[in-house]
């Protein structure tokens, strides 16, 4: 982990849309329960459930985060893409143990944020949650850095496209050994076979599917490769004009999600088992964000609206590590909790999320002012 100051511009809305995503995980999806206990208005009830995850097959808002961030993550790498395979060995090590460090990195603070050191001192290796969401991050970067780094944009894009459809093919017409072909659920998928067999410790609540077992992280992979087209496209913004830009990236993502929930008919969106459909849905909806925060943000003059957005976004990694490692309620408590009491009782929960938020907000503001960019 390094702290750097960064020379050249960032881009605003990749920021801010990163820090929405986060904004969510930190205390947001609070929001719309506090809101309905201040207004009783059912409206805010229809909002709550896009801030749970799906139960199995569907989605819902808050399936959407964890995707987007893989995604967002390829639109970095495709800002600056680089072909490195014309380089004599000697030059590429240094690229590819950047890489290998930073895999190993982020798997092993993954495994921080689960808490996963077991029943403590001395570590249970068989205890520990070794699957996790910075792992999969860092998985599904990792080998899309490998391909846009020695493949061409063709041979990229049919990698995507064999990625999903052989994971169709897989999960719908293979039979699982001692079990079916076509078998979604949780306990029949070829999913729930590779957890068994191949992913050391334990699941995440001890789930026969672990959300980032072994075999998801395959088409997760395509979700940063379609980053990265994205990324491509958004550095040609002078070179096309930026609103064209802006449509095509707007138009290219309801064509995905189009074609998602075409595809859901026969392959269901499934978070779970992060099926080719929920790919296409995801990414689908990550280029519209992307598209629409481009405009606001880095078209018209809305970055400053979107301050609170791009100081989460500049350090999301240590902002998402300590929303697991810090107990920022006892803090918010400890710095607004007289606030939060000296309000009415149907304003307390609001306050109370509020509260929570600010305190994170605090110190984001502080490291963005001081120009402290923790990265990984």
């Not at 992060?274 to 003059?301: E, K, M, R």
């Amino acid at each position: 982990m390094t702290t750097t100051q960064p020379t050249r511009k960032r881009l605003a809305s990749l920021d801010a849309l990163r820090g929405m995503d986060m904004f969510w995980i930190l205390g947001g999806q609070s929001l719309f329960a506090a809101l309905f206990v201040l207004t009783g208005w059912t409206g805010w009830k229809v909002f709550e459930a896009h801030t749970v995850h799906s139960v199995w097959h569907g989605f819902t808002f808050y399936d959407l985060i964890f995707p987007l961030f893989i995604f967002l993550s390829g639109v970095a790498m495709g800002l600056a893409p680089k072909r490195i395979d014309h380089l004599p060995f000697d030059e590429r090590k240094v690229y590819y143990r950047k890489a290998g460090k930073r895999l190993l990195l982020l798997c092993l603070l993954g495994i921080l944020y689960n808490h996963g050191w077991g029943t403590g001192m001395p570590m249970a290796l068989d205890e520990i949650r070794y699957a996790s969401v910075l792992g999969r991050i860092a998985i599904a970067w990792f080998f899309c850095a490998m391909l846009v780094w020695h493949t061409s944009l063709r041979t990229q894009i049919i990698t995507a496209a064999a990625i999903l459809v052989g994971y169709w093919l897989l999960l719908c017409f293979v039979p699982v050994p001692g079990g079916s072909a076509g078998d979604l659920s949780a306990a029949g998928s070829w999913n729930a076979w590779f957890d068994a067999h191949l992913l050391p410790g334990i699941s995440y609540q001890n789930r026969v599917v672990d959300p980032e077992g072994v075999l998801s992280n395959i088409p997760a992979i395509v979700n940063a490769l379609m980053g990265v087209f994205a990324g491509q496209l958004v550095a040609r913004a002078q070179q096309i004009g930026e609103w064209k830009m802006t449509a095509l990236l707007f138009a290219a993502g309801v064509v995905s999600v189009c074609l998602g929930w075409l595809w859901d008919l026969q392959f269901p969106v499934n978070k779970e088992l992060w099926t080719s459909s929920f790919v296409l849905v995801t990414v689908g909806w990550s280029a519209i964000l992307l598209a629409v925060f481009y405009a606001l943000v880095d078209i018209l003059p809305g970055q400053r609206a979107a301050y609170p957005f791009v100081i989460i976004g500049a350090n999301s990694i240590i902002i998402y590590l300590a929303s697991s490692l810090v107990n920022w309620g006892y803090v918010s408590q400890s710095v607004f909790g007289g606030v939060v009491r000296a309000v009415p009782e149907a304003w307390q929960p609001l306050m109370a999320v509020i509260a929570l938020l600010a305190v994170q907000m605090l110190v984001l503001h502080w490291m963005y002012r001081r120009k402290i960019f923790v990265s990984v």
